[in-house]
Structures are given as structure tokens and as C-alpha cells.
């Protein structure tokens, strides 16, 4: 049971550069999120789909969109990275209504 | 919107001694309070977590209370032991808010033989 994957785990981009982040989770989840973590912040959400077809956004979203593919998959897309963006990042998912979300391994993106 | 404060930042504790971490939240409609451990370079993962119909929880070394009234809720780890050394973060979320967590910024724990 592979739980919650997201690829790639390091990334460094060029100020400017695109990318896409790729999530996907096998626990039949509804709802799935990205979050950022930096030092000393915690995890802030960027999106969320609270099920499929469905995306908002959370506490920081500037600088990023997302698809909810489908049931399984959620990506995140930086359309023009700026240093800023320099986090690692988290999706989860989690079944309907507050109870435990699930992360992936996480992905760390150097932006230069 | 939903704020969860955490304290402290840092914690040190010898091993074998307690450690207590606390959060306060702003939102009384929140009603579901997780704990996460994260190790270096690794995801959070879910260590205990308790709603708002439970005034206490425990789980072997670790125990989470819940102060609705006061809104806030802490983590207790006793006996301590050198793998417990992680950041830990508080969160909270409510039925409402498609389980929508707002994290605290997290407290490094150190164990010390």
C-alpha cells in the first residue's frame, strides 16, 4: 500500500522555469492538499480539492495553480518559479470531514 | 479564519524526563485537534490526535488534553527516549472546513542521554 506519492523528491529551477509536481494516493480519499513547510512556519496550505472537481484556495496561493486530475491525483503547477517558491512541499489527503491526513515523502525545490 | 499558536519553539529534555508542548487555536467551531511528528528530512506523520467530545487521550508514553473552554490543547510525552527527538506540530480543523487543517509552526524537540 503505497499511501500518498509524489514525484520528484528534489528539483532545482531557474528563476522563471515552469514545473508541475505530481501527487497521487491510493486510500480512495476525497479530499487531497498542497502545502508548503518552511523553517519556523509550520505547513501553510496552498490548495486543496475537497473531492473531485473541486479546487480552492488555501492560505497562500499566489504563484501556483492545480488540477485535480482525477480521484487519485493532484498536481501542483508553478507557472513562473521565483525564489520565493525555495520550500518543500507536501501533499496529503485525507477521507471526507476532519480526520488524519496522509503525506507524501515531500518534494524540496531549490529555485536559483 | 482559523490561527493555532504553538509554544515552545524548541524544547531540550533529558531523557527519561517529560515533555509538554502547548497550543491555543482561535476558532470554538474547531473540533478536531491532530498532533504530528515529522523527523528530519521525512513527512509528518500522525502521532495522536482527539475531538472535541474528548477531554483527554492517551496512547502508551503519549497523552493529548483539550481545554475547550480555554481553546487549547496539549501534547504530553513522558519517559522520554532519544527517538522521541522530531518536530512535532499541533493542528486543528472542523467538520465544515473539508478537513482543512491549520498547522502551529512546530516545536523541536531534543532528547538527551
Known amino acids: 500500500n503505497a499511501g500518498v506519492t509524489q514525484t520528484p523528491k528534489f528539483q532545482v529551477l531557474k528563476t522563471g522555469q515552469s514545473m508541475t509536481l505530481q501527487c497521487a494516493q491510493d486510500m480512495n480519499h476525497n479530499s487531497m492538499y498542497w502545502y508548503r513547510q518552511d523553517p519556523g512556519m509550520g505547513l501553510r496550505l496552498i490548495y486543496y480539492s475537497a473531492s473531485e472537481g473541486t479546487t480552492d484556495k488555501g492560505e497562500v496561493p499566489n504563484g501556483y495553480n492545480v488540477s485535480r486530475l482525477n480521484k487519485r491525483e493532484f498536481s501542483l503547477r508553478l507557472e513562473s518559479a521565483a525564489p520565493s517558491q525555495t520550500s518543500v512541499y507536501f501533499c496529503?489527503?485525507?477521507?471526507?470531514?476532519?480526520?488524519?491526513?496522509?503525506f507524501g515523502q515531500g518534494t524540496r525545490l531549490t529555485v536559483v | 479564519g482559523e490561527n493555532v499558536e504553538q509554544h515552545p519553539s524548541t524544547l531540550s529534555v533529558q531523557e527519561g524526563d517529560s515533555a509538554v508542548i502547548k497550543c491555543t487555536y482561535s476558532d470554538s467551531a474547531s473540533n478536531y485537534f491532530p498532533w504530528y511528528k515529522q523527523e528530519l528530512g521525512k513527512r509528518p506523520q500522525l502521532i495522536i490526535d482527539i475531538r472535541s467530545n474528548v477531554g483527554e487521550k492517551k496512547d502508551q508514553r503519549i497523552a493529548v488534553t483539550l481545554n475547550k473552554t480555554a481553546k487549547h490543547f496539549s501534547l504530553h510525552i513522558t519517559e522520554t527516549q532519544p527517538e522521541d527527538s522530531a518536530v512535532y506540530f499541533c493542528?486543528?480543523?472542523?467538520?465544515?472546513?473539508?478537513?482543512?487543517?491549520?498547522f502551529g509552526a512546530g516545536t523541536q524537540v531534543v532528547v538527551t542521554p
Open positions: 493542528a486543528a480543523s472542523k467538520t465544515d472546513s473539508w478537513g482543512k487543517f491549520q
Open positions: 496529503a489527503s485525507s477521507a471526507q470531514g476532519p480526520t488524519e491526513a496522509f
